[in-house]
DNA sequence: TCCATACTTCGACGATAACCGAAGCATACA
DNA sequence: TGTATGCTTCGGTTATCGTCGAAGTATGGA
């Protein structure tokens, strides 16, 4: 019960430069293989082997072997909650940023968060979600509304799909540049899917950073009433 | 904006056995003085002194000196939030646990986390301000109501004092044994204290288990309308 | 003033772990 | 079957860091 011990172990795993690198990569959301990992984190392949090897033994990374290739992913969505709330709480306790560049300003308005939106963006999307009465508050669970079913049918969601997924459905994720929170579980990242599917969005090749087209934009915010 | 790097600096801060056990003592909430701290991580005052300092400069922990004496306490809510989020994951990582000693299940009923009421207990009481409409969900703040204002003055909380603390009146903290929130911030430790001086409950010195007697169980539960 | 206590600094030792070169295994494709 | 590609294992080097003994500083009390 002494979790202590525990906590040491997956303060390791998160305590290596290489090694925190290739998680916050992976909050892309995509999976990636070995050397894909090795070359985004400067190390070479076999650096690589050991690290990976590591960080899914500790539970913080899923395997999928395909061929010669091995993909790895974020085990869980805990895992990605976790990664965001570590950086919410570095981001402050380093002395703050005044700076924010372009490419810090994209990333606070829109950006994935694992595999679902986030970022200013993301707030709007979960709030309008409230407002319009499509989730709901149930003690510190978030639900979806008879309303809100109705809705997501319409907008093309499988709801049933989403429902036999092992991972719960609605999941309310802090976000870390606007310490509120936004809509993660499974159905936001099938709402994020859509999105990209709708092309309202483009994801950034390198970065976590979402582009909203002009016609995206415009349409997100009539559909949900912004 | 990348947070790499700083995750990986407090990942390294609590990747090491005996800082991981100092904080998991700091979750008792009491603050402590760097030989208790030593006594308790089993180390030595050098390298007790090595430790603390790294984790107050990684803004981990709050320091106050005392004449000569040094009284060290997590530096936030958000570092235990930190800290009960780690061992949620680390408990579901593990081979689960079947056997649930006499100690385990006391802590599964209630504990201090931090300096609020967690666990079983913890839980009943943020569902029963819920249902009796003292607290409210406002998107994804938790705020007191009217109603709920009114009753912890009744009950001898000053709300006034409350509001002038830095850290925010209610917040909630996921709960690591139940995965459902409990209540946190300056109000849920006020509550605590609370039930201290009113003697429904008392601290167990060496763990973090919360003892209700039979008279303090009985009040909480007619008081919460349990 | 003197001593006890609490904490810190310094230096040295030892363990751990990240890293890569070299070689090895496994899969895919021609 | 041969060859390219992706990943792994092994061995050795290097750097970092936790640890404590010894000595030093600061505070409180007699």
Redesign the pocket.
Known sequence: MDGTPNIAKIG?LLG????ARMLSTLMHGKAL????L?REA?????????????MEAGGLLALRKQ????YFALANDDVAALLETLMGLSAGVEPIRITTGPRDSAMRNARVCYNHLAGNKGIQLHDALITKRYLKHNDAELVLTRKGSHFMQEFGIDLDSLQASRTPMCRSCLDWSERRSHLAGSLGRALMAKFEQLRWVKRDGNSRVIKFSAKGEREFNSTFGL
Chains 1, 2 share one sequence.
Not at 16 to 19: F, G, L, P, Q
Not at 67 to 70: A, F, P, S, T
Request: net charge positive; hydrophobic share 30%; charged share 20%.
């Open positions: 390791a290596d430069n290489t090694r293989t070995a050397s894909e090795a400067g190390v070479t392949a076999q650096t690589a082997t050991s690290h990976l090897a590591k061929g010669r290739h091995k």
